[in-house]
């Protein structure tokens, strides 16, 4: 009897010593597992650092590839497109002016009544309207009868107070957001359709003649005065309320700058100069690349996997499009190097563009003390739940570093700009103001890429002289902008 019980007891004892060891190999491999999941974000972290020498580099660059795409066609990244835009509005415009935004699965009808210097935007009106999904892959009569027909709708809808001068036809800004050869300020050539079109018989076409045959067959007696992108459209906005605006950003879903640049400073524009003696330039800063730029292997891979690789390099490291792709990238390499969910690789977390950017924004933005938002976010996006406080605030972190590098990469393009224009110093005797319309969901709604953004450019720029630049929400730049334009080029103007 007495060797069975001490039977029993080695036996118990000899599991109680398997089963800590089995509980001490467990930690020992989740301590493995954290060390392997802190070393991929410390990796991260290095690769995405943005010390003040890299980016002053990378506004060095950006000024150097500005320059050349001055100078000629094809002779740079950056397409410095011309876009006939030599008047910007003073302030002085008067009278009642349309516009038109077309740039996606909607588009939008305005009506701006201007009242001079005093009086600014006396009224505005405008509707949205869907474009049915069969018109987007149907004829450009189609497509542009469509439009034409609620642009009659609307002006049908003109009140008391707002109805053009006798005698005067209706003034339309165009704002066209798909990639366009400009001819001139009233026409351009579909150069490829986006964002899901696919109208065969409209590329290579004037955009501005396709609306204008439209509008004839539905009898709207409209004139187009302007044919813009929303970028330049958000500088005339922004020029019209403050005559110190030089310069305009768009981030967003997207990213380009538009800025003035003296005309005699464009070698590839061939034409008469401008009176203004100016020009507005649209950079299409999007494509913008350089060995500055610090990449990772997330950022390589998802270039590679993207529609347009090789191109929009510096679009897919600071735009909302990308944010939220690049840390989900991050999550999953944690997850299949470093069990960072447990042992199996959540099965969403492997879909492409599941975690947007406003997710994102949402948990770097979590100041719970639970981090909740994470926890939610994770369970709703990826369906990851029970994940401990430790792995949220890494979460965050990496929210961080991207966000981060983003917003700095942005203050250093903005600092790019001014350095060609010779506005990054101080000039003795001179009491300049530099003013940069922003606008974009990204920098108005992500408050901690804005913030890092404007601090980061203050930083580069020095006490002195971040005194004299200014970072102003400019907003509807694509809607208002374009009326603005339409009436600052209107026919009528030399009758004044």
């Not at 070393?39 to 991260?44: A, N, P, Q, R």
């Not at 929009?312 to 969910?341: D, N, P």
Request: glycine share 10%; hydrophobic share 40%; with cysteine.
């Amino acid at each position: 009897m007495k060797k069975v019980v001490v039977a029993a007891v080695v036996v118990g004892a000899a599991a109680a010593c398997g089963g800590a060891a089995y509980v001490v190999r467990r930690r020992m491999e989740k301590s493995r597992k954290w060390g392997k999941a802190m070393g991929i974000i410390k990796e991260l972290d290095e690769k995405c650092a943005t010390p003040l020498g890299k980016l002053r580099q990378v506004a060095d660059a950006m000024a150097v590839e500005m320059h050349a795409g001055l100078a000629s066609e094809g002779g740079s990244k950056l397409k410095m497109l011309i876009s006939f835009v030599d008047n910007l509005p003073s302030g002085d415009e008067n009278g009642l002016f349309y516009a038109l935004d077309l740039g996606g699965t909607n588009f939008r009808v305005l009506r701006v009544k201007l009242g001079g210097k005093d009086k600014g935007v006396v009224e505005q009106e405008f509707e949205e309207v869907s474009i049915p999904p069969e018109l987007m892959v149907a004829t450009s009569e189609e497509l542009f009868d469509f439009v034409a027909e609620a642009l009659a709708k609307f002006v049908a809808t003109e009140s008391e107070g707002l109805h053009p001068e006798p005698n005067k036809q209706r003034e339309l800004g165009f704002t066209f957001s798909f990639p366009v050869k400009q001819t001139s300020i009233a026409s351009g050539t579909l150069i490829r359709w986006t964002k899901g079109f696919n109208i065969v018989d409209a590329v290579g076409e004037d955009v501005v003649g396709k609306l204008t045959a439209a509008m004839e067959r539905k009898g709207v007696d409209m004139r187009v005065t302007a044919l813009v992108n929303d970028t330049v459209g958000t500088l005339a906005g922004g020029r019209y309320y403050n005559n110190d605006v030089i310069a305009a950003v768009i981030l967003g879903t997207g990213t380009n700058a538009a800025y003035v640049e003296r005309a005699s400073a464009i070698p590839k524009w061939h034409g008469p100069l401008p009176r203004s003696g100016e020009m507005v330039i649209n950079m299409e800063w999007g494509n913008f690349r350089s060995s500055h730029l610090p990449s990772t292997e997330y950022d390589i891979a998802l270039d590679e996997e993207s529609l347009n690789p090789g191109e929009q390099i510096y679009e897919k490291m600071i735009s909302g499009l990308y944010l939220g792709e690049i840390v989900r990238r991050v999550l999953l390499k944690l997850a299949e190097e470093a069990c960072f969910f447990g042992d199996t690789v959540p099965t969403k977390l492997k879909t492409s563009f599941i975690l947007t950017t406003p997710h994102m924004s949402a948990m770097h933005h979590d100041t719970s003390p639970d981090l909740k938002v994470v926890a939610s976010k994770l369970k709703d996006v990826f369906g990851i739940s029970n994940t401990s406080l430790k792995t949220r605030k890494v979460i965050v972190d990496i929210c961080d570093i991207i966000a981060s590098r983003g917003a700095c990469l942005s203050a250093a393009g903005i600092l790019g700009i001014l350095k060609k224009l010779a506005r990054d110093t101080l000039k003795q005797g001179e009491d300049q103001k530099s003013v940069i319309a922003l606008d974009g969901g990204l920098f108005e709604h992500y408050t901690k890429f804005r913030d890092c953004m404007e601090d980061t450019l203050k930083e580069l720029l020095g006490d002195e002289v971040s005194e004299t630049i200014v970072i102003e929400h400019s907003n509807d730049g694509s809607g208002i902008g374009a009326a603005l334009l339409a009436a600052s080029h209107s026919q009528y103007l030399a009758e004044e």
